[in-house]
């Protein structure tokens, strides 16, 4: 009986408590000027690094537009074993099909 009294009064406590709503801050509790600085510093960095990034892709690829040579490859006993026929016939790997049909025509 002494229980259910003490639940009943802790019960009656909590719903006459105020409830204390606040208001969420949007991630690192600071003050609203803060975080509007902290968000145009991310908008510039942003804003910089976009162009940057393109700019050093269109440097970077027009440095070398040929492709580089592909070397024959050695003819080894133990490359390319082949144990079983490939579904498509002949003896080429997916990869290697048309390559390997000329060789062998």
Known sequence: MAART??????RRTAA?????TRRNMSGG?????ERAEMLRWQMITFTAIPACAALGIYLFSQHPDHHEVKERPAYSYLNIRLKIFPWGGNCSLFEY????EKTD
């Open 6 to 11: 003490a639940l009943l009064q802790m019960a």
């Open 17 to 21: 408590a105020p409830v204390h709503v």
């Open 30 to 34: 600071l003050t609203i000027q803060q």
């Open 98 to 101: 048309g390559a390997c049909q």
